[in-house]
């Protein structure tokens, strides 16, 4: 009985975790801390990187525009979409930290992205 019980708390430990970890993006391996930041795709994008999210390692004061070089890195067809040929982010493309565009924060593409900000990037949208 008390092994059965031990398993249950390790169990309940692991889910606990996995809470954390799906709502923080931290992870542990051993006396490592690993942070990932979620970033969301829309529309074409998400066809690009195959699914609707992804988790990227996230260091302390990273910029919206290191996010967006990380993002590439990984996912190179992702480069023509996001860049220009001066490394700039496109104008026409949307990058939205919690549901603010970049371009209308006081340090647009430069401005410090937090690990539990909500971060969205997709293409121009048109309709009526």
């Known amino acids: 009985m008390g092994a059965r019980r031990h398993s249950m708390s390790v169990v309940q430990s692991y889910c606990d975790i996995h809470v954390a970890v799906q709502k923080f993006g931290i992870l542990f391996f051993g006396d490592k801390r690993e942070i990932f930041m979620k970033v969301n795709f829309y529309a074409t994008l998400r066809a690009i990187v195959g699914q609707k999210s992804i988790d ?32 700039r982010f496109h104008r026409h493309m ?26 969205d990037i997709f293409p121009p949208v048109g309709g009526g």
């Open 56 to 87: 990227v390692d996230f260091h302390p004061n990273i910029t919206a525009m290191e996010l967006v070089e990380k993002v590439v890195k990984i996912y190179p067809a992702l480069d023509p979409e996001l860049l220009d040929t001066e490394r």
């Open 94 to 119: 949307k990058f939205f930290i919690n549901g603010r565009e970049a371009l209308y924060l006081e340090n647009k593409m430069n401005t410090v992205i937090q690990p539990e900000d909500k971060v």
